[in-house]
C-alpha cells in the first residue's frame, strides 16, 4: 500500500480532483482542505482512475461534500472508478447524490 494523494487540477469555474490510491480516513486532513479550495467552483469531478480502494470514511468525505453543493443543485461527478470502487456505489446507492461514471 502505496501513498494516497489528491491531486488538484482548477480553473474559475470547475475543479479537478484527481485520487490516487485508496480513498480513506488517511487522507481526510487533506480532504477538509480540498473542500474549502472548491467550495465556490461549479463543478467538480473526481477522477478515480488510480484509486485502488474506498472505505466508509471516503464515503462519508463524498457524501458530505455532494450535500454541501446540493443546494444549489450542483452534482459532483466520478469517473474512471475500477470495479470494486463502483460495486461500492452501487451497494451504497450513491447514484442518488453523485454522477458515477
Known amino acids: ?12 469555474e470547475v475543479a479537478w480532483i484527481e485520487v490516487n490510491g485508496r480513498f480513506n480516513f488517511q487522507i481526510e486532513e487533506e480532504f477538509n482542505g480540498l473542500f ?8 467538480v469531478t473526481f477522477d478515480f482512475n488510480d484509486c485502488e480502494y474506498i ?17 444549489n443543485s450542483e452534482r459532483i461527478k466520478v469517473i474512471n472508478c475500477n470495479n470494486i470502487v463502483k460495486d461500492v456505489f452501487s451497494i451504497a446507492n450513491l447514484s442518488i447524490l453523485l454522477d458515477v461514471c
Open 1 to 12: 500500500m502505496g501513498n494516497t494523494t489528491l491531486s488538484l487540477k482548477e480553473n474559475k
Open 36 to 43: 474549502e479550495l472548491i467550495s465556490n467552483k461549479k463543478g
Open 55 to 71: 472505505d466508509s470514511s471516503g464515503i462519508r468525505m463524498l457524501v458530505r461534500l455532494a450535500k454541501a453543493r446540493a443546494s
